[in-house]
T-cell receptor, first 114, second 114 residues
Framework: DAGITQSPRHKVTETGTPVTLRCHQT?????MYWYRQDPGHGLRLIHY???????DKGEVSDGYSVSRSKTEDFLLTLESATSSQTSVYFC?????????????FGQGTRLTVV | KQEVTQIPAALSVPEGENLVLNCSFT??????LQWFRQDPGKGLTSLLL?????REQTSGRLNASLDKSSGRSTLYIAASQPGDSATYLC?????????????FGTGTQLKVEL
C-alpha cells in the first residue's frame, strides 16, 4: 500500500464548528488531493496541491480551505461545518509525471455533521 | 469541462462469466486513464493505468483498453469470481496549468454470485 495516512478516520461534529482533516504521506510525492465521495455524485475534487504552499481549487471548494506547509502533510479545513459537508473524504497523492502518473488513495475519513 | 460516464451503474453476474465494464469521457486530451476498485467502506485500490499513447494494459484476469480518439475505455474481467464483487471506478488524468487532476466516473457496482 502507498504510504498515505488520513486522520481521523471517523468524526462527528456539530454544525458551525471548525474541523481539520489531515493527510500524511511517506512517498515524497509532489501532488496531493482532497476528494469527497457522495452517493449519486461519485468522487469530486475539493482542492489540490502541486507543491509546498502551492494549492488550487477543485470543483467543490466552497466552504473548504487547505494548507500544505510540508511535502508530507496536506490539511483540509472546514471553517464552519454544515450538514451538506457530511461525506467521506479521501486524500490522494501522485508523482505528477504526466502520462506516467499514477494516483494512490488513502482509506478515507467519514465525517458526520449534526 | 471533462465528464466521465460509466455504464452500467450496476451489474450482477454468475461466477465464471467474462464481463466488460465501460467508461466514456468527453475530452480526449488526457494524459492517462486509471481503473480503481473500491470495496464497501474502504479506499480506492489502483488496478490498471493506461497511458494516453497506449491501447491496452493487462494485469492477471484484468485487461483494460483505451481508445482516446473516441473517448472510451473498457475493463474486461475474465472468469469472474465472488471476490471480484466491488465498485469499479474509472478516472482520467488531464493536465492543467497547475498540475494533474483526476476526474472520476460514478462507478459500476459489480456483484458476482456463486
Amino acid at each position: 500500500d502507498a504510504g498515505i495516512t488520513q486522520s481521523p478516520r471517523h468524526k462527528v461534529t456539530e454544525t458551525g464548528t471548525p474541523v481539520t482533516l489531515r493527510c500524511h504521506q511517506t512517498e515524497n510525492h509532489r501532488y496531493m488531493y482532497w476528494y469527497r465521495q457522495d452517493p449519486g455524485h461519485g468522487l469530486r475534487l475539493i482542492h489540490y496541491s502541486y507543491g509546498v504552499k502551492d494549492t488550487d481549487k477543485g470543483e467543490v471548494s466552497d466552504g473548504y480551505s487547505v494548507s500544505r506547509s510540508k511535502t508530507e502533510d496536506f490539511l483540509l479545513t472546514l471553517e464552519s461545518a454544515t450538514s451538506s459537508q457530511t461525506s467521506v473524504y479521501f486524500c490522494a497523492i501522485s508523482s505528477g509525471g504526466g502520462a506516467y502518473t499514477e494516483a494512490f488513495f488513502g482509506q478515507g475519513t467519514r465525517l458526520t455533521v449534526v | 469541462k471533462q465528464e466521465v460516464t460509466q455504464i452500467p451503474a450496476a451489474l450482477s453476474v454468475p461466477e465464471g462469466e467474462n464481463l466488460v465494464l465501460n467508461c466514456s469521457f468527453t475530452d480526449s486530451a488526457i494524459y492517462n486513464l486509471q481503473w480503481f476498485r473500491q470495496d464497501p467502506g474502504k479506499g480506492l485500490t489502483s488496478l490498471l493505468l493506461i497511458q494516453s499513447s497506449q491501447r491496452e494494459q493487462t494485469s492477471g484476469r484484468l485487461n483494460a483498453s483505451l481508445d482516446k480518439s473516441s473517448g472510451r475505455s473498457t475493463l474486461y474481467i475474465a472468469a469472474s469470481q465472488p471476490g471480484d464483487s466491488a465498485t469499479y471506478l474509472c478516472a482520467v488524468f488531464r493536465g492543467t496549468g497547475g498540475g494533474n487532476k483526476l476526474t472520476f466516473g460514478t462507478g459500476t457496482q459489480l456483484k458476482v454470485e456463486l
